[in-house]
């Protein structure tokens, strides 16, 4: 079992940046792969980028390439989702997810967090 708790969001003008993070507990940590999802309402949850259990491998959806970037620290059970140059479009509830298997990018997790809102002005 595995749970998380987002935070760092907020309200920030558009090019500005903000860190998510979210913290984990249970065990076995460095095992899961950990993504970053977003949701507007009256939209699916999109994916945003996830990454390995070791931080080797990291997969971003292209609209947030070279903007967002994804880090863990396994000693500290917390990943996080760094966002640059920020748009009004990015405004969304952010979730994090665990998975031990599975692919990166799909939506099937197993565990989630509660989100945690970003609004972008423009």
């Known amino acids: 079992q595995v749970q998380l708790v987002e935070s760092g969001g907020g309200l920030v003008q558009a090019g500005g940046s903000l860190r998510l993070s979210c913290a984990a507990s249970?065990?076995?940590?460095?095992?899961?792969?950990l993504g970053w999802f977003r949701q507007v309402p009256g939209k699916e949850r999109e994916f945003v980028g996830a990454?390995?259990?070791?931080?080797?491998?990291?997969y971003y959806v292209d609209s947030v390439k070279g903007r967002f970037t994804i880090s863990r620290d396994n000693a500290e059970k917390t990943v996080y989702l760094q966002m640059t140059s920020l748009k009004p479009e990015d405004t969304a509830v952010y979730y994090c997810?665990?998975?031990?298997?599975?692919?990166?990018?799909?939506?099937?997790?197993?565990?989630w967090g509660q989100g945690t809102q970003v609004t972008v002005s423009s």
């Open positions: 990454i390995s259990g070791s931080g080797a491998v990291k």
């Open positions: 997810a665990a998975r031990k298997f599975g692919l990166m990018s799909t939506v099937d997790y197993d565990y």
């Open positions: 249970g065990r076995t940590f460095s095992t899961y792969i």
